[in-house]
């Protein structure tokens, strides 16, 4: 089995530069005009793809959560009409699908039940996402693994015994792998970056990693010890409506993050001591002294 996955044009795995997923999720607030600017910001800030969520609110809203009332920017409405007035269709997606077509962006969702499943395959998705909470769904799983794509899994809440369990369902040649703790926003001690090393040694599969921490230098030190891909939460600015808004990376931040990562995937080399053409001039110099 394969430490390395292709997604797109793209492969992720070890020797290969990171790759950056821009987690836009729901902070379009359901305005495709603000998931175009997202798409924009990742472009610019040199990002792989981004990501959105998609549910089918009926199945995902506990029924004892439907018809709680809500504030929202739109008034006051029942939690399942928020849930829908979120939410991204065929026609909303088809013109984010035209839109990273025309800016050369590669994007994906997270599928949180079957049926968005069979609606996000219309797209020709370059992959399909597990998110932590949907780790445990079996019959999900089954049927991602049957779309014959690639499939990112992301671990937060889930136990060790969880995750085996998941990713045996799963084709381990298509898999990729993502320590994530599921609080929001995460206190660093609870981002436990060395599941990370664990997971690298227990699965033939390239791991990464998806933050919900407020920062840059966590998820520098995931890529410094070894994540071979990184997610996180992108807005245009964290005071806005929407519960990942706070946890999200800003477009000033989101760019020095991916620059800081490309410059730590290039210093970290290959592993094999050499003499570099550009040491070879000292080398000659000052060896002679001894």
């Known amino acids: 089995m394969a430490k390395h996955v292709k997604v797109g044009d793209s492969t992720i795995g070890s020797g290969h530069p990171v790759y950056f997923i821009g987690e836009i999720g729901l902070n379009h607030n359901g305005s495709v005009d603000i998931a175009k600017k997202l798409i924009d910001v990742a472009v610019l800030a040199g990002c792989d793809s981004v990501k959105f969520q998609k ?10 959560q439907k018809s709680i009332t809500r504030e929202t920017p739109w008034g006051v409405m029942s939690y399942l009409d928020y849930r829908k007035r979120i939410e991204f269709w065929e026609d909303e997606y088809a013109e984010i699908d035209t839109y990273c077509k025309k800016v050369k962006m590669d994007w994906f969702v997270s599928v949180w039940d079957e049926p ?13 996402k597990v998110p932590s909470a949907a780790l445990t769904h079996d019959l999900m799983l ?13 671990t937060g ?6 995750i085996e369990h998941a990713v045996a369902l799963l084709d381990q040649d298509n898999l990729f792998i993502a320590q994530s703790t599921s609080t929001y926003p995460c206190d660093p001690k609870e981002l ?3 599941h990370i090393l664990t997971l690298d040694e227990k699965y033939p599969c390239p791991i990464g990693y998806s933050g919900h921490e407020i920062g840059l230098q966590t998820t520098i ?3 410094a010890i070894g994540a ?6 992108i807005t245009l600015d964290r005071a806005m ?3 990942d808004q706070s946890t999200s990376l800003e477009p000033v931040g989101l760019t020095r993050l991916i620059r800081d990562i490309r410059i730590i995937g290039d210093a970290m080399g290959d592993g094999v001591k050499k003499v570099y053409e550009s040491e070879q001039s000292s080398r000659d110099r000052l060896r002679q002294l001894f």
């Open 55 to 64: 549910r089918t609110p009926e199945l995902c809203v506990p029924e004892e």
């Open 116 to 128: 968005s499943i069979d609606f996000i395959e219309n797209f020709n998705p370059i992959c399909h």
């Open 142 to 154: 089954k049927k991602l693994k049957d779309t014959g794509r690639p499939v990112m899994l992301s």
């Open 157 to 162: 809440m889930s136990t060790a015994e969880e």
């Open 192 to 194: 436990n970056l060395r």
């Open 221 to 223: 030190a995931a890529v």
């Open 228 to 233: 071979t891909f990184i997610e996180r939460h």
């Open 241 to 243: 409506w929407g519960s």
